[in-house]
Nanobody, 126 residues
Framework: QVQLVESGGGLVQAGGSLRLSCATT????????MGWFRQGPGNDREFVAS???????YYAVSVKGRFTISRDNAKNTVYLQMNSLKPEDTAVYYC????????????????????WGQGTQVTVSS
């Protein structure tokens, strides 16, 4: 069973930056797509970004050009670099691992991912 632990959240002013990290253990990291989702107060969990096992990336329209997802297979870690943060980016951010290996195209739906971290809070003040 895979375990995921997020870190790097915090409080930042609008326009600032944060980098989230998600360390994984328990299975061969490099074979699986990884994703980041977020859930704001009163909202459903929504897709932010994903990265395939081969490195292809996908972004939600709301974060494209501001956020960058990357992975370090040697460290079994996926990152989310968040720049030009806005108050509407405030949410709990969750790291997720794909249900299956070697998916051709990284998923963008909650149902595509079978393992989740505990979440890390990101708060952007105006």
């Amino acid at each position: 069973q895979v375990q995921l632990v997020e870190s790097g959240g915090g409080l930042v002013q609008a326009g600032g930056s944060l980098r989230l990290s998600c360390a994984t253990t328990g299975r061969t990291f490099s074979m699986y797509a990884m994703g980041w989702f977020r859930q704001g107060p009163g909202n459903d969990r929504e897709f932010v970004a994903s990265i395939g096992w081969s490195g292809g990336t996908y972004y939600a329209v709301s974060v494209k050009g501001r956020f960058t997802i990357s992975r370090d297979n040697a460290k079994n870690t996926v990152y989310l670099q968040m720049n030009s943060l806005k108050p509407e980016d405030t949410a709990v951010y969750y790291c997720a691992a794909d249900r299956v290996r070697f998916r051709t195209v990284a998923g963008t739906e909650v149902a595509d991912f079978g393992s989740w971290g505990q979440g890390t809070q990101v708060t952007v003040s105006s």
